[in-house]
């Protein structure tokens, strides 16, 4: 189970030397039982090693493109595709990474201006597959180990497929909470439609976990992951769609097993340096051979439909307790001259320091009373009351 994304040894693996690591063979055949690649899409096959990302084809047209990822790491793994930011060649990228020093505990700066289209997140011996759109141009593949890193070339457009595939679910992915994502889902081999719609890159990971456990269960069990002996849920299989950015669209076939899954995300947030899953952007599906066909959750039970302010003003909260219902997002907003923040008592959230005209945001999934204070005017009290 994720609980940090650390893309390791990726700095000095950027710079290196570009020759790509190539198979030298012909593409594999597509897979019989997959949907995505019976469609005939340009495929770009790449396998996972434990030493190195590998591809077949080094030169793919444009537009949409299968990535068809063969694991044989050993270990769960996932083809990060990535290329410079508009306007910037490769180089002048590479320059970028140098110059931006990280410790292996840090979410990786660069990947919030580089140009993520997404990609498959693959169990060891399995096959992955995913539709994703690039754009003409140089494109890196690397992953979270210290492996070498594959590189190919997005030519100019073909005669290909360029209308998008059917989807048997649509999600999208914002701050902080993935929208159309149902609580009950068919098993079984389907196709998701996934659209980051918000303003920061974000992923979808679906990874199984014990029937009958609740969500504040599973975060409390990835916030301790880190501690021998202190998890106490045991994470199954993980699926799901690596690092996409703003505005980009992925269509991520999946081939999930009877029972219930946690969907997070686990980026980090730039500026408050918190994990999206600690954000609220974390949900429970389950699957099962009688679920029937994905029906969303209705529009009025989504976050962006149920939302409530609070204002910072005069070294005050206001209201100072705030009633809402299970699923709200809360929006704080500072109004004062002076600085504060949001600070749960219990420390399930907390935000980085607010300026005036900073805005905190936090999505409350579960009953109860949170009280909170700021940190630096701890005489400053409120209340938020699910119910």
């Known amino acids: ?185 068919p098993s079984g081999r389907q196709v998701w439609q996934i659209a980051n719609t918000g303003e920061q890159p974000h992923m979808l990971m679906a990874t199984a976990v014990p029937d009958g456990v609740s969500l504040d269960q599973i975060l409390a069990s990835i916030d301790t992951a880190a501690t021998p002996g202190a998890r106490a849920i045991e994470f199954g299989e993980t699926v799901g769609l690596e690092i996409a950015s703003p505005g980009q669209t992925a269509w991520l076939e999946v081939n999930l097993q009877p029972g219930t899954y946690v969907v997070a995300c686990y980026v980090a947030d730039p500026e408050s340096g918190m994990l999206h899953v600690a954000m609220g952007m974390a949900a429970l599906v389950v699957a099962g051979d009688d679920a029937g066909p994905a029906t969303p959750v209705a529009p009025a039970a989504t976050a962006e439909a149920m939302a409530a302010t609070v204002d910072i003003a005069d070294f005050m909260f206001t209201p100072g307790e705030l009633e809402i219902e299970v699923g709200t997002s809360v929006t704080w907003t500072n109004q004062d001259q002076s600085d504060h923040t949001v600070t749960a008592e219990d420390d399930t959230f907390n935000s980085r320091i607010l300026n005036q005209g900073d805005s905190f945001d936090q999505r409350f999934d579960d009953a109860g009373s949170y009280p909170y204070i700021c940190a630096l005017h701890p005489f400053m009290k409120g209340s938020i009351v699910v119910s």
């Open 1 to 185: 189970m994720r609980r940090v994304v650390r893309i390791l040894g990726v700095l000095l693996l950027l710079v290196a030397s570009s020759a790509s690591s190539s198979l030298g063979q012909e593409a594999t055949p597509a897979s019989t039982d997959s949907i995505l690649a019976t469609l005939g899409y340009p495929q770009l096959d790449i396998t996972i090693t434990s030493e190195a990302y590998q591809v077949v084809q080094t030169d793919v047209p444009a537009g949409l493109v299968l990535l068809a990822v063969t694991n044989q790491s050993g270990v769960e793994a996932a083809a990060t595709i990535l290329a410079p930011p508009e306007g910037m060649d490769q180089a002048g990228f590479q320059a970028t990474v140098e110059a931006t020093p990280q410790t292996a505990d840090e979410f990786p700066a660069f990947l919030y201006q580089a140009r993520l289209p997404g990609g498959p997140v693959v169990p060891p011996g399995q096959v992955g597959y995913a539709v994703v759109e690039v754009a003409a141009g140089e494109w890196t593949i690397l992953g979270e180990g210290d492996q070498t890193p594959a590189f190919f070339t997005a030519t100019e457009p073909s005669g290909a497929p360029s209308e998008e595939p059917d989807a048997d679910l649509t999600i999208e992915m914002r701050e902080f909470a993935f929208t159309g994502l149902p609580e009950a889902i």
